[in-house]
């Protein structure tokens, strides 16, 4: 059984999309970062994936965690945003602690799919019993290394079917349906 039962998104990681991504994954420091446009299309292409996403509203929706270092560092975390607008739009329980990033992990920029997958082996913990319908929520899905493992373990924890639900797809992307 594969570890995603689907995956999602709304636009391919190109573009106007990849400029807004990046300007909301990596705002500027100072009044820049105040820009309230990269977090209204952010909010705009959630609300286009919720509409996409296969299957009646989960139980749960889960973003891919940070590790707790690089969360500090950055001081949010993108997928947890994204996360939240799907489920206000979908009504769906938001659970951003119901998984969490156990090892720090090196960027997956520049990594082949094998590297990847080896680079986030073991990264993920469910925090408690997983209920049966779960969205699994990241920003950009390339290989679907990180949404895979991050699946898997909320398998183990007795999830039935997850979702990956992305904002953006990249051309490496397998799985994601871009709608």
Known sequence: ????????????FAGDAERWIRRFKYPPRGLAGL????GA??????REVARRAPGPPPNLVVPVPLHPRKLRARAFNPAALIAREIAR???ARFAPRALSRVRDTESQTGLDR?????????AFHARGPAPRDIWLVDDVVTTGATLAEAARELRR????RVVGV????TRRSPRADPG
């Open 157 to 160: 924890a007795g999830a039935r």
């Open 35 to 38: 820009d309230p446009g990269p």
């Open 89 to 91: 739009t979908r009504k």
């Open 1 to 12: 059984m594969p570890a995603l039962s689907d995956c999602v998104a709304a636009v391919a």
């Open 166 to 169: 992305c904002l953006a797809w």
């Open 114 to 122: 094998r590297a990847r997958a080896r680079n986030v082996a073991g």
């Open 41 to 46: 299309v952010i909010r705009e292409l959630a």
